[in-house]
Protein backbone atom coordinates (compact mmCIF):
# COMPACT_ATOMS: atom_id res chain seq x y z
CA UNK A 1 0.00 0.00 0.00
CA UNK A 2 1.37 3.38 -0.80
CA UNK A 3 0.33 7.15 -0.24
CA UNK A 4 1.36 9.93 -1.60
CA UNK A 5 2.38 13.25 0.03
CA UNK A 6 1.99 16.58 -1.68
CA UNK A 7 3.24 20.13 -0.33
CA UNK A 8 2.74 23.42 -2.11
CA UNK A 9 4.27 26.78 -0.98
CA UNK A 10 1.47 27.87 1.89
CA UNK A 11 0.87 24.01 2.94
CA UNK A 12 1.69 23.12 6.62
CA UNK A 13 4.88 20.97 7.25
CA UNK A 14 3.79 18.40 8.66
CA UNK A 15 1.38 16.42 7.24
CA UNK A 16 -2.10 14.85 8.04
CA UNK A 17 -1.49 10.84 8.82
CA UNK A 18 -2.03 8.55 6.34
CA UNK A 19 -2.81 4.64 7.08
CA UNK A 20 -0.75 2.04 5.06
CA UNK A 21 -2.03 -1.40 5.00
CA UNK A 22 -0.05 -4.39 3.77
CA UNK A 23 -1.71 -7.77 3.52
CA UNK A 24 0.81 -10.76 3.43
CA UNK A 25 0.32 -14.01 2.52
CA UNK A 26 1.64 -17.55 2.49
CA UNK A 27 1.78 -20.70 0.22
CA UNK A 28 -0.26 -23.38 1.86
CA UNK A 29 -0.26 -27.17 -0.12
CA UNK A 30 -2.46 -29.77 0.58
CA UNK A 31 -1.31 -32.61 -1.29
CA UNK A 32 -0.78 -31.00 -5.01
CA UNK A 33 -3.14 -28.68 -4.40
CA UNK A 34 -1.21 -25.45 -3.74
CA UNK A 35 -2.94 -22.12 -2.98
CA UNK A 36 -2.21 -18.82 -0.88
CA UNK A 37 -3.88 -17.48 2.32
CA UNK A 38 -3.57 -14.51 4.11
CA UNK A 39 -1.18 -15.00 7.16
CA UNK A 40 -1.63 -11.41 8.71
CA UNK A 41 -2.09 -7.52 7.91
CA UNK A 42 0.15 -5.27 9.11
CA UNK A 43 -0.27 -1.35 9.70
CA UNK A 44 1.61 1.74 9.95
CA UNK A 45 0.35 5.49 10.19
CA UNK A 46 2.73 7.68 8.53
CA UNK A 47 3.37 11.42 8.32
CA UNK A 48 6.12 13.02 6.43
CA UNK A 49 7.46 16.49 7.80
CA UNK A 50 9.76 18.82 6.05
CA UNK A 51 12.81 20.94 7.58
CA UNK A 52 16.14 22.48 6.36
CA UNK A 53 16.27 25.37 3.83
CA UNK A 54 13.43 24.64 2.24
CA UNK A 55 12.62 27.21 -1.35
CA UNK A 56 9.67 26.94 -3.30
CA UNK A 57 7.97 28.93 -5.66
CA UNK A 58 4.17 29.60 -5.81
CA UNK A 59 3.74 27.53 -8.84
CA UNK A 60 5.72 24.55 -7.62
CA UNK A 61 4.85 21.76 -5.17
CA UNK A 62 7.40 19.11 -3.40
CA UNK A 63 5.60 15.11 -3.84
CA UNK A 64 6.44 12.41 -1.78
CA UNK A 65 5.16 8.69 -1.96
CA UNK A 66 5.75 6.42 1.21
CA UNK A 67 4.63 2.36 1.25
CA UNK A 68 4.20 -0.17 3.05
CA UNK A 69 5.46 -3.97 1.97
CA UNK A 70 5.19 -6.18 4.70
CA UNK A 71 6.96 -4.59 7.52
CA UNK A 72 8.85 -2.18 5.49
CA UNK A 73 7.98 1.72 5.07
CA UNK A 74 10.22 2.95 2.00
CA UNK A 75 10.15 6.83 0.97
CA UNK A 76 11.25 8.83 -1.90
CA UNK A 77 10.54 11.55 -3.76
CA UNK A 78 7.99 11.98 -6.67
CA UNK A 79 8.50 15.94 -7.31
CA UNK A 80 10.38 18.26 -5.71
CA UNK A 81 11.71 22.03 -5.47
CA UNK A 82 14.70 21.59 -3.34
CA UNK A 83 17.12 18.26 -2.70
CA UNK A 84 15.93 16.16 -0.15
CA UNK A 85 17.42 13.98 2.20
CA UNK A 86 14.89 11.30 4.06
CA UNK A 87 14.93 9.76 7.27
CA UNK A 88 12.39 7.67 8.58
CA UNK A 89 11.54 7.47 12.45
CA UNK A 90 9.35 4.00 13.69
CA UNK A 91 7.66 4.79 16.69
CA UNK A 92 4.32 2.90 18.33
CA UNK A 93 1.77 5.67 17.29
CA UNK A 94 3.45 7.44 14.39
CA UNK A 95 5.95 6.04 11.95
CA UNK A 96 7.69 9.48 10.79
CA UNK A 97 9.28 10.49 7.53
CA UNK A 98 11.28 13.36 7.40
CA UNK A 99 12.54 15.29 4.31
CA UNK A 100 15.37 17.75 5.36
CA UNK A 101 16.10 20.39 2.08
CA UNK A 102 18.93 21.34 0.47
CA UNK A 103 19.92 23.07 -2.48
CA UNK A 104 17.06 24.53 -4.42
CA UNK A 105 16.36 23.00 -7.96
CA UNK A 106 15.43 24.62 -10.83
CA UNK A 107 11.87 22.95 -11.81
CA UNK A 108 9.67 23.68 -15.30
CA UNK A 109 7.67 27.04 -14.90
CA UNK A 110 4.29 27.25 -14.65
CA UNK A 111 2.43 26.02 -17.42
CA UNK A 112 0.20 29.33 -16.76
CA UNK A 113 2.36 31.44 -15.99
CA UNK A 114 1.94 33.25 -19.14
CA UNK A 115 -1.72 33.69 -21.16
CA UNK A 116 -3.10 35.34 -23.95
CA UNK A 117 -5.15 38.30 -23.16
CA UNK A 118 -5.37 39.93 -26.37
CA UNK A 119 -5.23 38.90 -30.28
CA UNK A 120 -6.82 41.91 -32.44
CA UNK A 121 -5.79 44.61 -35.06
CA UNK A 122 -3.82 47.56 -33.28
CA UNK A 123 -5.82 50.61 -33.81
CA UNK A 124 -2.83 52.63 -33.44
CA UNK A 125 -0.86 50.81 -35.45
CA UNK A 126 -3.66 48.78 -38.24
CA UNK A 127 -1.33 45.78 -37.99
CA UNK A 128 -1.98 42.23 -35.94
CA UNK A 129 -1.28 42.74 -32.16
CA UNK A 130 -0.66 40.11 -29.58
CA UNK A 131 -0.94 40.62 -25.99
CA UNK A 132 0.57 38.12 -23.27
CA UNK A 133 -0.11 38.24 -19.38
CA UNK A 134 3.01 37.37 -17.17
CA UNK A 135 1.63 36.11 -13.68
CA UNK A 136 4.77 36.03 -12.15
CA UNK A 137 6.47 38.72 -13.64
CA UNK A 138 7.85 40.23 -10.75
CA UNK A 139 9.06 37.05 -9.74
CA UNK A 140 11.21 36.71 -12.85
CA UNK A 141 12.22 40.36 -12.98
CA UNK A 142 14.16 40.58 -9.70
CA UNK A 143 16.99 39.15 -11.36
CA UNK A 144 18.70 40.97 -13.88
CA UNK A 145 20.06 38.07 -16.25
CA UNK A 146 15.82 36.82 -16.74
CA UNK A 147 14.38 37.19 -20.18
CA UNK A 148 11.18 35.45 -20.90
CA UNK A 149 11.32 34.13 -25.09
CA UNK A 150 8.05 34.09 -26.94
CA UNK A 151 8.12 31.78 -30.13
CA UNK A 152 5.38 33.42 -32.02
CA UNK A 153 3.41 31.88 -35.62
CA UNK A 154 1.11 33.82 -37.01
CA UNK A 155 -1.06 31.76 -39.84
CA UNK A 156 -3.90 32.56 -42.11
CA UNK A 157 -6.78 30.49 -41.99
CA UNK A 158 -7.63 28.87 -45.45
CA UNK A 159 -10.71 26.90 -46.39
CA UNK A 160 -10.02 23.37 -47.30
CA UNK A 161 -6.42 24.31 -47.52
CA UNK A 162 -3.75 24.00 -45.52
CA UNK A 163 -2.73 27.36 -43.21
CA UNK A 164 0.14 29.52 -44.89
CA UNK A 165 2.67 30.97 -42.46
CA UNK A 166 2.67 34.39 -42.34
CA UNK A 167 5.06 34.92 -39.36
CA UNK A 168 7.24 32.94 -37.16
CA UNK A 169 10.06 34.03 -34.86
CA UNK A 170 11.72 33.46 -31.49
CA UNK A 171 11.26 36.69 -29.14
CA UNK A 172 13.07 37.99 -26.23
CA UNK A 173 12.17 39.88 -23.94
CA UNK A 174 12.86 41.42 -20.27
CA UNK A 175 10.18 40.08 -17.88
CA UNK A 176 6.90 42.13 -17.69
CA UNK A 177 3.01 42.52 -16.61
CA UNK A 178 2.71 42.12 -20.31
CA UNK A 179 3.81 41.62 -23.55
CA UNK A 180 2.59 43.14 -26.37
CA UNK A 181 3.70 41.93 -29.75
CA UNK A 182 2.90 44.25 -32.90
CA UNK A 183 3.33 42.85 -36.32
CA UNK A 184 4.39 46.14 -37.46
CA UNK A 185 7.32 45.87 -35.34
CA UNK A 186 8.25 42.94 -37.93
CA UNK A 187 6.96 44.28 -41.20
CA UNK A 188 10.02 43.64 -42.90
CA UNK A 189 9.95 40.04 -41.62
CA UNK A 190 6.44 39.48 -42.99
CA UNK A 191 6.85 35.85 -45.04
CA UNK A 192 3.89 37.76 -47.26
CA UNK A 193 1.42 41.09 -46.66
CA UNK A 194 -1.74 40.66 -44.63
CA UNK A 195 -4.66 40.70 -46.90
CA UNK A 196 -7.83 42.52 -46.25
CA UNK A 197 -10.59 40.38 -45.54
CA UNK A 198 -8.86 37.30 -44.51
CA UNK A 199 -8.74 35.60 -41.52
CA UNK A 200 -5.56 35.02 -39.08
CA UNK A 201 -4.74 33.08 -35.93
CA UNK A 202 -1.86 33.18 -33.75
CA UNK A 203 0.18 30.26 -32.47
CA UNK A 204 2.14 30.51 -29.35
CA UNK A 205 4.49 29.05 -26.60
CA UNK A 206 7.10 30.85 -24.17
CA UNK A 207 9.86 29.70 -21.99
CA UNK A 208 11.75 31.09 -19.11
CA UNK A 209 15.72 31.67 -19.58
CA UNK A 210 17.59 32.02 -16.83
CA UNK A 211 18.67 30.69 -13.53
CA UNK A 212 14.98 30.46 -11.64
CA UNK A 213 13.26 27.47 -14.21
CA UNK A 214 14.21 25.02 -16.68
CA UNK A 215 13.92 26.90 -20.40
CA UNK A 216 12.36 24.20 -21.77
CA UNK A 217 9.08 25.56 -23.94
CA UNK A 218 5.83 25.50 -22.76
CA UNK A 219 3.02 25.36 -25.54
CA UNK A 220 -0.02 28.63 -24.93
CA UNK A 221 -2.48 27.41 -27.85
CA UNK A 222 -3.62 29.64 -30.41
CA UNK A 223 -5.83 32.54 -30.46
CA UNK A 224 -8.81 33.03 -32.06
CA UNK A 225 -9.65 33.93 -35.44
CA UNK A 226 -9.23 37.83 -36.24
CA UNK A 227 -10.69 39.12 -39.84
CA UNK A 228 -8.23 41.92 -40.94
CA UNK A 229 -8.85 44.51 -40.58
CA UNK A 230 -11.32 44.96 -38.41
CA UNK A 231 -14.42 46.41 -40.59
Known amino acids: DCAFFTFKADSPLVSKPAVLKSYVFRKVCKGERCYEELARTEKRKVTVSLSG ?6 WEKDVFSVCLKDTAVSAKVIEASSKYKITKTPGAEIY ?3 AAASAKLRTAPDNAGITAQSWSVSGETGSLKL ?3 DKWSEIYGLSQTEKTVIKLTVRQDKTAWFDGVVFEK ?6 AEHYRI ?8 LKQPLQDGRKYYAQWSFSRKGGI ?3 SFVNGGETA ?3 FPVR
Open 53 to 58: TREILP
Open 96 to 98: EIN
Open 131 to 133: VLK
Open 170 to 175: EITLAP
Open 182 to 189: DLSEYASE
Open 213 to 215: SKN
Open 225 to 227: RVV
